[in-house]
């Protein structure tokens, strides 16, 4: 078995901060995901990366960027966070993309002031 | 725009009742339907999964019934247990292998 690990599990940021969250698997999976989760939306795909080196966009990639340093981690920046935004963001990764099953990690909470 | 959609929004039913949650969706490439379900303050899980090649696919008291023609899929749930009351999405792999969840459907499960 294997593990996802984000963090942190909760961040409080200001108003038009830039912030980072962080994601380790050590699956040795090839592809991995961040999704976000708002109440009642599910979770809407914000990038994904098919392989180390790779980087695609999701439909909500829009006030986020992405970086996968390296084929075990995979970190998200809010580059300008919204006032009063609460959200819960999920990392998750796949052995490869395609029919293959997704695991995902407990979540990075998010909370602007 | 919603390429995965999800009815109802949320479902109660009676212990020992079939719980039915329905999925539609609009792009005919799409090939591959997993469906998650996720507990309160859990991560989603894979419950079970759907190729078009079946029209159904049985694991136990969970079933997937497809309808390549009319876009559409439900997930039957059998004998439903409380413990089965959690929220249930629908997936969808697109071509470009985005794996796009519908909003989900929150079943609660009455002793």
């Known amino acids: 078995g294997g593990i996802i690990t984000q963090t942190p599990k909760f961040l409080i940021g200001q108003e038009g901060q830039k912030l980072t969250l962080k994601c380790q698997q050590n699956?040795?999976?090839?592809?991995m995901y961040w999704y976000r989760q708002d109440s009642g939306k599910g979770l809407r795909l914000i990038y994904y990366?098919?392989?180390?080196?790779?980087?695609q966009k999701g439909d909500l990639s829009e006030g986020y960027d992405a970086s996968r340093e390296k084929k075990s981690s995979f970190s998200l920046t809010v580059t300008s966070a919204q006032k009063n935004e609460m959200a819960v963001f999920l990392c998750?990764?796949?052995?490869?993309?395609?029919?293959?099953?997704?695991?995902f990690g407990k979540g990075t909470r998010l909370t602007v002031v | 725009q919603q390429q995965v959609r999800q009815s109802p929004q949320s479902l109660t039913v009676w212990e020992g009742e079939t719980a039915i949650l329905n999925c539609s969706y609009e792009?005919?490439?799409?090939?591959?339907f997993p469906w998650y379900w996720q507990f309160p303050r859990e991560s989603p899980a894979l419950l079970i999964a759907?190729?078009?090649?079946?029209n159904k696919k049985e694991d136990g008291r969970f079933t997937i019934f497809f309808n390549k023609r009319e876009k559409k899929l439900s997930l039957h749930i059998t004998d439903s247990q409380p413990g089965d009351s959690a929220t249930y999405f629908c997936?969808?792999?697109?071509?470009?292998?985005?794996?796009?969840f519908g909003s989900g459907t929150q079943l609660t499960v009455m002793p």
């Open positions: 990366s098919i392989t180390e080196n790779d980087l």
């Open positions: 792009d005919s490439t799409f090939d591959y």
């Open positions: 998750a990764s796949s052995i490869r993309t395609g029919y293959t099953e997704v695991f």
């Open positions: 759907i190729r078009p090649v079946s």
């Open positions: 997936a969808a792999i697109s071509g470009s292998w985005q794996l796009i």
């Open positions: 699956f040795n999976h090839d592809t």
